[in-house]
C-alpha cells in the first residue's frame, strides 16, 4: 500500500497551481471497471472551487506536491537567494524551456533570482521604449503570484504586502513598476 506523506488538512504546494489543503485522502476509481486507488484530494486555497485527485501510486504527480516552507526557510532563502547565476538567454525558446524548468521547481532562491533577472531585463527595454516579450511577462507573473502565495501564507501578509516585505529584507528601495 502507498505511504501518505501528508495529512488530511495539511496546507501542500501543488507544482504551480499554489497552496492547496489536504481535504481527504480517499480509496476511490474514476473509471467503471478500474481498480480503486488511494487519492490525495486537494483543494486549492485561494479558489476552494478547484480540486485536484493525487493518486498516492503516482511519483510523477506526488512529487509536484510539497510542505509549505517555514519562516526560517524564507529567511534562507532572501539571505542566500541562490548560489545559480539567472541569466537571460537572447533565444526566446530557450530562455522560455530554462524559466519554465525554474518556475516548475516552486518557490526558490533560483526563482526569486529569475524573477530579478526578468525584471532587469524589463527595465533595460523600458530605456529603450521596448516591452517585454509576452512570454517572459507570464512567466513573470505566474512567479510573482506563487512567491507571494506562499510567502504571505507562511508570514501571515496580505499577499500584496510580499514584494514590499521582500523589498525591505534585500534592501532594495521602492520604484515604479
Same mark, same amino acid.
Given at each position: 500500500m502507498e505511504e501518505i506523506q +501528508?495529512?488530511? /488538512?495539511?496546507?501542500?504546494?501543488?507544482g504551480t497551481n499554489g497552496i492547496c489543503i489536504v481535504d481527504s485522502v480517499e480509496l476511490m476509481s474514476f473509471a467503471a471497471g478500474m481498480p480503486k486507488e488511494m487519492y490525495y484530494v486537494l483543494r486549492q486555497k485561494k479558489n476552494r472551487a478547484t480540486q485536484f485527485f493525487v493518486p498516492l501510486n503516482n511519483e510523477k504527480l506526488t512529487g509536484k506536491m510539497r510542505p509549505l516552507m517555514q519562516k526560517e526557510d524564507i529567511e534562507d532563502i532572501l539571505m542566500g537567494l541562490s548560489d545559480e547565476d539567472v541569466r537571460w538567454d537572447?533565444?526566446? %525558446?530557450?530562455?522560455?524551456?530554462? +524559466? =519554465? /524548468? !525554474? &518556475?516548475? *521547481? /516552486?518557490?526558490s532562491g533560483r526563482l526569486l533570482d529569475?524573477? !530579478?533577472?526578468?525584471?532587469?531585463?524589463k527595465r533595460k527595454l523600458a530605456r529603450s521604449n521596448k516591452k517585454l516579450p509576452v512570454t517572459d511577462s507570464g512567466i513573470l507573473r505566474q512567479a510573482e =503570484? &506563487?512567491? *507571494? *502565495? *506562499? +510567502?504571505g501564507h507562511v508570514l501571515e501578509l496580505d499577499p500584496e504586502e510580499v514584494p =514590499?516585505?521582500? %523589498?525591505?529584507? &534585500?534592501h532594495i528601495p521602492e520604484e515604479e513598476e
Open positions: +501528508f495529512e488530511t /488538512g495539511q496546507f501542500v504546494v501543488y537572447p533565444d526566446r %525558446r530557450m530562455r522560455n524551456e530554462y +524559466f =519554465k /524548468g !525554474i &518556475l516548475s *521547481e /516552486g518557490v529569475m524573477i !530579478i533577472c526578468i525584471y532587469e531585463q =503570484k &506563487l512567491v *507571494e *502565495e *506562499e +510567502f =514590499k516585505y521582500i %523589498r525591505k529584507r &534585500l
